[in-house]
């Protein structure tokens, strides 16, 4: 079956980085569309980034400039990288993959926290 397997994520001050990854198995990757999304406490999870399958990439206003997505077909990852972080960044981050094969899966997340 899909599984997802993210990783990276950790305690960062503000204005640092981190870099999220997400391996996938059971799926024919490079068919499928990705997706970041984030859920932060008492919030609705949101998407925060996206790549199609020709690497297409979209993300919302509150990371534009700050993240960016991307994929490596030929490791079955695909990675978040965060600059600039901000407090309300915190959150947990979950990768998605969506695929006219197997439907969407989700990863089990990775939890971030920006604080000094």
């Known amino acids: 079956q899909v599984q997802l397997v993210e990783s990276g994520g950790g305690l960062v001050q503000p204005g640092g980085s981190l870099r999220l990854s997400c391996a996938a198995s059971?799926?024919?990757?490079?068919?499928?569309?990705l997706g970041w999304y984030r859920q932060a406490p008492g919030k609705q999870r949101e998407q925060v980034a996206g790549?199609?399958?020709?690497?297409?990439?979209t993300y919302a206003d509150s990371v534009k400039g700050r993240f960016t997505i991307s994929r490596d077909n030929a490791k079955n990852t695909v990675y978040l990288q965060m600059n600039s972080l901000k407090p309300e960044d915190t959150a947990v981050y979950y990768c998605?993959?969506?695929?006219?094969?197997?439907?969407?899966?989700w990863g089990q997340g990775t939890q971030v926290t920006v604080s000094s």
């Open positions: 790549i199609t399958i020709s690497g297409s990439t």
């Open positions: 059971g799926m024919r990757f490079s068919l499928a569309t």
């Open positions: 998605k993959a969506r695929s006219v094969i197997t439907g969407d899966s």
